[in-house]
Nanobody, 125 residues
Framework: QVQLVESGGGLVEAGDSLRLSCTAP????????FGWFRQAPGKEREFVAF?????????YHIPSVKGRFTISRDNAKNTVYLQMNSLKSEDTAVYYC?????????????????WGQGTQVTVSS
């Protein structure tokens, strides 16, 4: 496993924007795929977005955030981002990034490892 470090969370009002960052070790960053997940109080952790490695490209967002959230990566900075616009109260959660380590459904949490410590996002309505 590797250590992933998330940052960028905070307390914002509905309609505001935040950009989350997830920094990973340089070693093999460009060849790896990553996902963003979130966990709201009292709920299970859920998949939010996925970005594949540099060689294959491609990303996916769950329907509830598509058009509002954008996952991206900067390989020069070993960082994966989650740009969140038009935030809603239901987006309130702890957000985690993780590294995908095996094939299968990209929504499958067990396909990921190296979970970061999470960053809190709170959206007030």
């Amino acid at each position: 496993q590797v250590q992933l470090v998330e940052s960028g969370g905070g307390l914002v009002e509905a309609g505001d924007s935040l950009r989350l960052s997830c920094t990973a070790p340089e070693r093999t960053f460009g060849t790896e795929s990553f996902g963003w997940f979130r966990q709201a109080p009292g709920k299970e952790r859920e998949f939010v977005a996925f970005i594949s490695s540099l060689s294959s490209g491609g990303s996916y967002h769950i329907p509830s955030v598509k058009g509002r959230f954008t996952i991206s990566r900067d390989n020069a900075k070993n960082t994966v981002y989650l740009q969140m616009n038009s935030l809603k109260s239901e987006d309130t959660a702890v957000y985690y990034c993780a590294r995908r380590v095996r094939d299968g459904r990209i929504e499958d949490l067990t396909a990921y490892d190296s979970w970061g410590q999470g960053t809190q996002v709170t959206v007030s309505s």
